[in-house]
C-alpha cells in the first residue's frame, strides 16, 4: 500500500523558515516523481515544486522560487521542503503527491506532468504577519 506522510507543519512568523518532509513507503521511491502542493482556505490545490526521478532536476511555481527548496533522500525515502522567507500568502494545508507512472518530468512552473497517484494527509503552515 502505498502511503505518503507529511511532517514539519507549524506556526511561524512571516520572515521564518519550516521544513517539511514526505515520508514514502509502499513503492519504489527512487522511480517516482514526487511532488508537493498547497491549498490556501476556499481555494484549489496547486502545485509548487517537483523533484524529478527521471533526471533529478527540481521545479518550482513563481510564487515559491528563490525562497523553497526541493530535496530527496532515497536512503531515507523522504522528499523534504525547505521553506524560507516566509509570507503570509504561504499559509495553507501542504501536500506531497506520487506520480502515477515511472521516471516523469517536472513541468517547469513545478507541477507535476501527469497525474496524481497518491496524496498524504497534509500538514498545516500558518504564517503569522
Known amino acids: 500500500e502505498v502511503q505518503l506522510v507529511e511532517s514539519g507543519g507549524g506556526l511561524v512568523q512571516a520572515g521564518g523558515s519550516l521544513r517539511l518532509s514526505c515520508a514514502a513507503s509502499?513503492?519504489?521511491?527512487?522511480?517516482?516523481?514526487i511532488g508537493w502542493f498547497r491549498q490556501h482556505p476556499g481555494k484549489e490545490r496547486e502545485g509548487i515544486s517537483c523533484i524529478s526521478k527521471l533526471d533529478g532536476s527540481a521545479r518550482y511555481a513563481d510564487s515559491v522560487k528563490g525562497r523553497f527548496t526541493i530535496s530527496s533522500d532515497d536512503a531515507k525515502k523522504t522528499v523534504y521542503l525547505q521553506m524560507n522567507n516566509l509570507k503570509p500568502e504561504d499559509t495553507g494545508v501542504y501536500y506531497c503527491?506520487?506520480?502515477?507512472?515511472?521516471?516523469?518530468?517536472?513541468?517547469?512552473?513545478?507541477?507535476?506532468?501527469?497525474?496524481?497517484?497518491?496524496w498524504g494527509q497534509g500538514t498545516q503552515v500558518t504564517v503569522a504577519s
Open positions: 509502499g513503492f519504489t521511491f527512487g522511480e517516482y516523481t
Open positions: 503527491a506520487k506520480e502515477l507512472d515511472q521516471y516523469l518530468p517536472c513541468l517547469p512552473d513545478g507541477r507535476l506532468a501527469a497525474d496524481v497517484d497518491s
